[in-house]
């Protein structure tokens, strides 16, 4: 098979969440995606693991979508559990 064309595409950013407890939520990418779609984030690409889901968005829309996510599963109640 030749390649006959290459094509690259710059100013992305990988945005994921992980977590354990993934493994037994297997709801976490639709809602994910769903997040994401609510807020006109167009995702170009997808990687999961049992641990993660990792995207790859727009750069332009990186701040937006870690800001949509963070909400969506309330890591900032996470963060300040940890910190107490």
């Known amino acids: 098979m030749a390649t006959k064309q290459i094509e690259t595409e710059s100013k992305l950013a990988k945005v994921s969440i992980v977590g354990s407890g993934m493994v037994s939520n297997p709801g976490v990418a639709a809602e994910m995606f769903a997040v994401l779609a609510q807020k006109d984030i167009q ?42």
Not at 60 to 71: N, Q, S, Y
């Open 43 to 84: 995702v170009k690409m997808v990687s999961t693991s049992e641990i993660k889901v990792s995207t790859v968005v727009g750069r332009d829309d990186m701040v937006k979508a870690v800001e949509a996510l963070h909400d969506a599963f309330e890591l900032s109640k996470v963060s300040a559990a940890a910190h107490s």
